[in-house]
C-alpha cells in the first residue's frame, strides 16, 4: 500500500498533473497504470481472502483440541498467489514510473490552442 501511494504521488496519480506529449511512453504509461492497480488489487483480495479463511478455520478448533493448528492449515498458494502478485505490482509500478519520466521530455505548454496555420 506504501509503495502504491508513493508511486501516485510521484506521478500525481496520471491525472493531476501536466499535461503529457502524445507518444509511445504515454500509451505504456496508462497500460502500465491500469496493470499496475489491477495487480494490486488481486493482491489485496488474495491476502484478505487468507487471512479471514483462516482465522475461519481456527477460530474453533483450540476449543475442540488440545493443539491450536498453525497458519500451514490453509492451503500454501492462497498467500503465495498473494506474494506473487505484490511482486507483479511493484514491477508494474516501476514500469509505470519509467514510462511516465519519458514522456515528460517535451510536454505541451499550456497556451498551445489548436492547430496552427503556416504562411504559404
Not at 79 to 107: H, M, N, P, Q, R
Request: charged share 15%.
Amino acid at each position: 500500500m506504501a509503495s502504491q501511494i508513493l508511486i501516485m504521488a510521484a506521478t500525481k496519480c496520471l491525472c493531476c498533473g501536466r499535461p503529457l506529449r502524445p507518444s509511445r511512453s504515454r500509451v505504456w504509461a496508462i497500460v502500465f497504470f491500469i496493470t499496475c492497480w489491477m495487480a494490486f488489487f488481486i493482491a489485496e483480495v488474495c491476502l484478505l481472502a487468507g487471512s479471514v479463511r483462516n482465522a475461519y478455520h481456527t477460530k474453533y478448533r483450540p476449543y475442540l483440541s488440545q493443539n491450536p493448528p498453525s497458519c500451514e492449515t490453509l492451503r500454501k498458494g492462497v498467500f503465495g498467489a498473494g506474494a506473487a502478485f505484490i511482486f507483479f505490482t511493484g514491477v508494474f509500478s516501476e514500469l509505470f514510473y519509467v514510462s511516465y519520466s519519458k514522456t515528460g521530455d517535451g510536454f505541451l505548454p499550456r497556451d498551445t490552442t489548436g492547430i496552427r496555420m503556416g504562411s504559404i
